[in-house]
């Protein structure tokens, strides 16, 4: 498989606005955990790709938690003494304290105020603010907006509905040669915020359209989730189905400016932990690493203990650590074509990877073959080019013992694994290698003549390891 080839020979800013299109189709949505705002969500999703809507009741125990009851709202608003709606839900969905309770009455200011949501860092923008487990109604606001309502008698009026109902999840699964499964997992229950939702949304949608009606090695399952109890929602209910990922990324927060960050599995040295490494050490953007946390994304219900998953999460700019996150600035500006492109890519990078290492053993381990007869060599010109697939043949042909894998010799060799990928194909097809199946993992290794996938860019980011300051503040907040 070489998707990372076909997408980079589309046009990259044809693909960005297209991305950017599909999260602007998404965007006045207003979303939640439960509700016809995450059904009209995924309704949007299954015209791009095959989804599977499941729809759990209200009152299902799930582990420890129990599906909530649904959340539905028409309208809601604050008006001031002279009628004027100065509060508006119709004009941005975050003016509502999501999960609200209904209510319609009309209070003095000093008595609305509780239950009004301000970042007074942040005069000017709106907080999205969430209540799913606790009853209460509030509006979210600018501050500056507080600052200017004058006292009097305010109406307010939330019109939502809080009853036995289902939560809604969608799931797209495209079948491989086997039944381990990757898992692409990403959440969609916020409203209007584009980069922390609708960017992971864009960019798994359109992943699944890549792989749609492919030969795969590997079977795909997409999960398009609520945060948090939707990712808990389906472990309780598909746990067999868990045992056979192996390997899974989150994906949020991946149409912004910034950089590159991977934050890995708990088990920190899994193969998509190091592919997503790989990848991202070759791919032109800057790029870091973070240790594993049990806070952020859904990530930490796949990681959880008893599921102990190789699940990680793959972000540009890291929840909690941008400015506009969790407010009206995480808005259709805040995300950018040509981010969304790269993402893409990015992601279509790590799959190619996963699909395509492999295990050889080499036929001639004593002594080197002679290369230079099988024009696998330097020529008599002594000319340079090419020096970088001549050491990738030597690479593999040196670790291919049965101890290592094609990633075992990119990480070692410092050479990108679709060159390293390359290079085993051709010295196989000379027979010079013969492929292995791969130790400890079901997956038969196949033996299907593969194309080379070196479009990544060859860049020197910078990628270390271990970040701890961000806990200031995360997702998936209860
Ligand atoms: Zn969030």
Redesign the pocket.
């Known amino acids: 498989m070489n998707l990372l080839r076909e997408v980079s020979e589309q046009d990259a800013t044809k693909i960005g606005q297209e991305l950017l299109r599909f999260a602007e189709e998404l965007y006045p949505i207003c979303r939640s955990i439960t509700g016809d705002g995450i059904r009209r969500t995924l309704a949007k999703i299954q015209d791009r790709i095959p989804l599977r809507i499941c729809e759990i009741p209200t009152g299902t125990p799930v582990f420890d938690w129990t599906v909530p009851k649904e959340w539905n709202i028409r309208d809601a608003y604050i008006k001031a003494p002279g009628g004027r709606r100065v509060v508006d839900f119709l004009k941005c969905n975050l003016h509502v304290l999501n999960y609200s309770t209904p209510v319609h009455a009309t209070l003095p200011l000093s008595e609305l105020k509780p239950h009004l949501f301000t970042i007074p860092e942040q005069p000017d923008l709106i907080p999205?603010r969430t209540s799913y487990y606790n009853d209460e109604w509030g509006f979210c606001l600018s501050h500056n907006q507080m600052l200017a309502l004058e006292d009097g008698d305010y109406e307010v009026c939330i019109d939502s509905t809080l009853e036995d109902g289902h939560l809604t999840y969608g799931e797209c699964y495209l079948a491989g040669r086997s039944s381990d499964e990757v898992l692409i997992s990403c959440?969609a229950c916020?409203p209007s915020?584009a980069n922390?939702?609708l960017s992971g949304l864009a960019v798994a949608t359109f992943l699944a359209q890549l792989l749609s009606g492919r030969d795969l090695r590997y079977s795909y399952r997409f999960l398009f989730i609520p945060?948090t109890i939707g990712a808990i929602t389906w472990l309780a209910r598909n746990r067999e189905t868990a045992a056979r990922i192996r390997h899974g990324l989150v994906l949020t927060c991946i149409g912004d400016k910034g950089g590159f960050h991977y934050k890995k599995s708990r088990r920190g040295n899994t193969d998509i932990d190091r592919v997503a490494a790989h990848v991202l050490r070759h791919s032109g953007e800057s790029a870091e690493i973070l240790e594993f946390s049990p806070y952020g994304y859904d990530e930490r219900q796949y990681c959880s203990p008893g599921f102990n998953l190789p699940v990680g999460c793959l972000m540009r700019s890291v929840?909690g650590s941008f400015p506009e996150?969790?407010t009206s600035a995480d808005n259709l500006d805040f995300i950018r074509p040509s981010q969304l492109a790269g993402s893409l890519f990015v992601c279509a990078a790590i799959l190619d990877t996963l699909e395509n290492n492999r295990w050889y053993r080499s036929e001639s381990p004593y002594c080197e073959p002679q290369l230079g007869r099988r024009n696998l060599y330097w020529s008599a010109g002594g000319e340079t080019s090419g020096e970088e697939e001549i050491m990738a043949r030597l690479w593999v042909l040196n670790l291919s013992d049965g101890n290592h894998s094609l990633l075992d010799i990119a990480e070692r060799s410092g050479i990108l694994f679709s060159t390293i990928s390359e290079a085993a194909d051709l010295l196989w097809q000379k027979g010079l290698l013969s492929i292995i199946p791969d130790p400890g993992q079901g997956t038969p290794a196949g033996g299907t003549s593969r194309e080379g996938n070196s479009q990544l860019r060859k860049g020197t980011p910078s990628v270390s390891t271990a970040r701890s300051d961000l806990l200031s503040s995360g997702?998936?907040r209860e």
Do not use: V
């Open positions: 999205y959440h916020h915020l922390d939702n945060g929840w996150y969790h997702d998936g």
